[in-house]
């Protein structure tokens, strides 16, 4: 089982920094940030990792360590595009923001890296690209309904509007109304029907 903090990319875990007390602090410093991590006193750890990348701030592994920002994770790409916990951590974030494309992307990328390089995360990623993907159809769905309330109110006010009106053609402008508003309410059981929790 893999504990908060470890490289994961088939690399060595950091980079050797120019002097080796400074890269022996940083490595002091993500230890007891991930220590503080695992007791659930998560500004703490994050105290920690903001430390530990004051003192070495070209280890991809500290950003993804402290991931409180999609900069963060950003970051961390650049100094190492194949870290999968970098991508994972930027899906996250995505998925905060409702960037659900951005995140589904982010997930896809971090399975992939995870196949190359022989890396078990179990059922995380795709349990993680699943609850995206439905989020992403959930916030689809929410607008389309939105839509089409919208729709269905528009033509019910017009319907009014035409009862009132003393034109000859009222009586079939109502009636042609009436039934673009009829499909319209079809149309959306029909889709309720279709929904993927079914």
Not at 24 to 43: M, P
Not at 80 to 92: M, N, T
Not at 114 to 125: H, M, S, T, V
Not at 159 to 170: D, N, Q, V, Y
Request: aromatic content about 8%.
């Amino acid at each position: 089982q893999r504990r908060r903090g470890e490289g994961g990319t088939g690399k060595p875990p950091e980079k050797m920094a120019s002097s080796p007390e400074k890269s022996s602090t940083a490595q002091e410093l993500k230890e007891q940030g991930n220590q503080l991590f695992l007791c659930r006193k998560y500004q703490e750890a994050a105290t920690c990792y903001s430390k530990t990348i004051n003192r070495n701030p070209s280890v991809a592994v500290y950003y993804t360590n402290r991931t409180l920002s999609l900069a963060d994770c950003k970051h961390a790409l650049e100094l190492d595009p194949h870290s999968v916990k970098a991508h994972f951590f930027l899906c996250q974030c995505h998925l905060e923001l409702e960037n659900y494309n951005e995140a589904i992307g982010n997930l896809q990328r971090a399975y992939n890296l995870a196949k190359e390089q022989r890396l078990n995360f179990g059922d995380d990623i795709p349990s993680a690209l699943r609850v995206a993907k439905k989020k992403r159809w959930n916030s689809i769905e929410e607008k389309r309904i939105n839509q089409e309330n919208k729709l269905h109110a528009y033509l019910t006010k017009l319907i009014l509007a035409e009862k009132e009106s003393t034109s000859p053609h009222a009586a079939a402008t109502v009636a042609d109304a009436a039934y673009l508003s009829f499909l319209v309410c079809e149309k959306t059981k029909n889709r309720a029907i279709l929904s993927p929790d079914s």
